[in-house]
């Protein structure tokens, strides 16, 4: 892979490049959000700014000069161990083909998560496929999965967004069974 983190997959669909954003991409990642219920929606200068600090832990998906997946994150600072996963999306015409399981696997691998030994994102309870990626995910990976209430309707959305629960994918375990 080169520093563009440029790789190519093939899928039921055809060859799929998966890269790294760059601003450029910002108003297409805003557009395909926008297609992509039920995802938040932010301003596209959120997207912008993704794309630009934001590059090393974001990654997408694109067929035929076509934005059709896209996957943000963060190391969060005070937990340089753990990726924590914003938002995932696929255009509707490419779900079901494992295109979203790819994207966050060749996302764990890059160099800066080398020391990342956690996936976390939150997700809503009526969120199937949301929870439906992350489940293989961990499955795959035969890491252990936890999730609690964390950003609550009450407490924290002020009734105007559904719990979001932390989900916890720890893959250190893994990684030491491996050794082992
Ligand atoms: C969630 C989403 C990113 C999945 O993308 P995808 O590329 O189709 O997912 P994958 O093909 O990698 O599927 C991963 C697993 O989830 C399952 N899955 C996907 N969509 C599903 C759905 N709607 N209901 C139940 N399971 C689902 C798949 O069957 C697969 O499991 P399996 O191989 O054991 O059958 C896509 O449906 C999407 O963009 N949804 C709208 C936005 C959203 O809700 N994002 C997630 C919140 S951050």
Redesign the pocket.
Known sequence: MSEEFRMIIETPKGAVRLRKPKVEDGSNVWDLIGR????DENSMYFNLVQCDHFAETCILAEQDGELI?WISGHIPPEKPDTLFVW????DGR????????KMLDALIQRPVCDAVVRIE?T?TKE????W??FR?FARESDAEISDEPHFERGAHFDGAHDTEHLVSIELEAEAERSAA
């Not at 992509?36 to 995802?39: Q, T």
């Not at 490419?94 to 399981?101: K, N, Q, S």
């Open positions: 992509c219920k039920p995802l997946g938002q995932v999306a696929v490419a779900r079901g083909m494992g295109l979203a399981h994102t997700i969120n199937d496929a949301s439906a990626l293989k």
